[in-house]
């Protein structure tokens, strides 16, 4: 079976290599990006099954970054990563197919992406 393949967006380096790590080792293909136009460049050049988002990134925040991804590819799965839950209630959020909030324990984030990915 092919390893899906997820682009992780996330500004702060730490965070984002420890979501990178614990894909890697969940069996998925993982690539990274530090900001919005980082990801859109290299989500044109590969087809992603799913896209990690953080939300609060300096330039292009996380929302704005969901909206065009689906402008690109209707049908990518999205989920919107942030430490601050009063997002769930932004309308501009529903562009994505989940809300984790952020955390150091990343469980929830595997199962929604297991979950979300095997649709």
Same mark, same amino acid.
């Given at each position: 079976m092919d390893k899906k393949k997820i682009l992780v967006v996330e500004d702060e380096d730490n965070?984002?290599?420890l979501i990178t790590e614990e894909l890697v080792d969940?069996?998925?293909?993982?690539?990274?990006?530090?900001?919005?136009?980082?990801?859109?460049k290299k989500f044109r050049e590969k087809?992603?099954?799913?896209?990690?988002?953080d939300i609060e990134m300096p330039g292009m925040n996380g929302l704005e970054l969901a909206g065009k991804l689906r402008e690109?590819?209707?049908?990518?799965?999205?989920?919107?990563?942030? %430490? #601050?839950?009063?997002?769930? /209630? @932004? +309308?501009a959020s529903w562009?994505?197919? %989940? #809300?984790?909030?952020?955390? /150091? @324990? +990343?469980?929830?984030?595997?199962?929604?992406?297991?979950?979300?990915?095997?649709m």
């Open positions: 965070m984002r290599l969940s069996g998925y293909d993982v690539d990274e990006a530090a900001n919005g136009e980082e990801a859109l087809d992603y099954a799913l896209v990690t988002v690109m590819k209707k049908d990518v799965k999205i989920i919107i990563l942030t %430490a #601050y839950s009063h997002y769930r /209630s @932004d +309308l562009a994505a197919d %989940a #809300y984790v909030v952020k955390s /150091s @324990d +990343l469980t929830e984030l595997k199962d929604t992406i297991a979950k979300i990915i095997n």
